[in-house]
């Protein structure tokens, strides 16, 4: 793993701290979220648990049916299987510091970069298959009530 190494996926950039895939620990990496950026959809994670911690701007950040506005300081986490979202609706970047346990990896992000990058419209069918080998599922659409 290389420490310097940036994945841009879109305008969002990860910078992974500490990649815990070759040992099936704990995974850190830092993100970078411009404000307005575009985001992964709301999802779940099958395998991991989820630490989000703001450094720096605020980040609106969903859990499950509780949303909240994070600023410095502040974070919430993710257990696994509960769907969530996150996006800067703000006016300055943002950085968070994220841990994941255990880690899906640097590679995973690698991959979603390619999808993501490629140009043209997303293809979220290529999107969803990185995804799922990994152990995430979006988010179905909310379905209004009968």
Known sequence: MNPDE?????QLEIRYLVD???????????????????VPPPHSHRDNEEFFYVVEGAVTYSVDAE????????????????VHGFRNVGSQTARAIVVLTPDIGAQYFREVAAVVNAGGPLDKAKLVAVMSRYGLTPALPAQPAA
């Open 6 to 10: 940036v994945i841009k996926a879109g």
């Open 20 to 38: 815990g895939t070759a040992t099936g620990s704990m995974g850190v990496f830092e993100l970078t979220l411009p404000p307005g950026a575009n």
């Open 67 to 82: 949303t909240r506005d994070l600023t410095p300081g502040e974070w919430m986490s993710t257990p696994r299987g509960s």
